[in-house]
């Protein structure tokens, strides 16, 4: 029996790497999307939410509690970038970058472990998860992202049958937002990496993206 996985923001640049990745694979993909879904077929089945608030997210989980009984892998991918220089951020803006980071990965995989036989959980942080910067422009969406380390972390310790994962990821090719002399990496790639990953079923902590060693030359 083919296993099933729950990506969120799966229209997006990596989330749709990744549909593509897990259904070659057979998975059974639930692709959430906001307004453009893919088309349906025998390996995947797009279902849409607002997540903009706890009201849609809520709602999304009540609509579709019947298919999502099914997850054991959850990919919490949606989590939008946020730009704002650090001098203007207000305490508004973090609770935004917070509701649209933390709130949809808590409210998710809180339903997951409490209704379906969720085995493995993978988040997906950002290139400097972990790391103490000062940042310019993205302190807002980097305290969120670092919070989803946290959570991470203390899932793995509440929920010993469930395996967590922090993705650290860097800038994707294609990206729309890229910050300057970014090194950048295909989506493709880092979904392949993503898949491996989840095929271990264990939990970790994925703080270093390095492109993998190039084959040696005979
Ligand atoms: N791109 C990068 O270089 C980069 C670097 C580091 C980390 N990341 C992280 O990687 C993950 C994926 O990033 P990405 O660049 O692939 O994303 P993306 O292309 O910007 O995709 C955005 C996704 O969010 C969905 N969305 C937009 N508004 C929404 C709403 N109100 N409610 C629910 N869903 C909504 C979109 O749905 P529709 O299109 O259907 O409306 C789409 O699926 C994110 O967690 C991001 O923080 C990205």
């Not at 729950?6 to 993909?29: C, E, H, K, N």
């Not at 959430?32 to 608030?53: E, T």
């Not at 910067?133 to 793995?156: D, E, V």
Request: proline share 5%; glycine share 6%.
């Amino acid at each position: 029996m083919s296993e099933t996985v729950l990506i969120t923001g799966a229209s997006g640049l990596l989330g749709r790497a990744l549909v593509d990745r897990f259904a070659a694979a057979d998975f059974q993909v639930l692709a959430h999307c906001h307004r453009h879904p893919g088309k349906d077929n025998d390996h995947v089945q797009w279902l849409a939410g607002d997540f903009s608030a706890s009201k849609g997210i809520g709602d999304f989980l009540r609509k579709n509690e019947k298919t999502l009984r099914q997850c054991r892998y959850l990919i919490n991918n949606y989590g939008p970038i946020t730009l704002r220089p650090t001098i203007a951020v207000q305490g508004k803006d973090l609770l935004a970058d917070f509701q649209q980071q933390v709130v949809p990965a808590v409210d998710i995989t809180h339903f997951l472990i409490t209704r379906a036989p969720l085995q493995m959980v993978l988040t997906i942080g950002f290139e400097f998860s972990g790391e103490i910067h000062a940042y310019q422009k993205i302190l807002g969406y980097a305290m969120a992202k670092n919070a989803l380390l946290l959570l991470t972390r203390s899932w793995a310790a509440a929920y010993p049958r469930v395996c967590f994962n922090l993705f650290s990821l860097p800038s994707l090719e294609k990206a729309k937002v890229l910050p300057k002399q970014a090194q950048t990496v295909p989506a493709e790639l880092v979904a392949d990496r993503i898949f491996h990953i989840l095929s271990r079923r264990r939990s970790g902590f994925h703080y270093r993206y390095a492109n993998p060693p190039a084959a040696s030359k005979k």
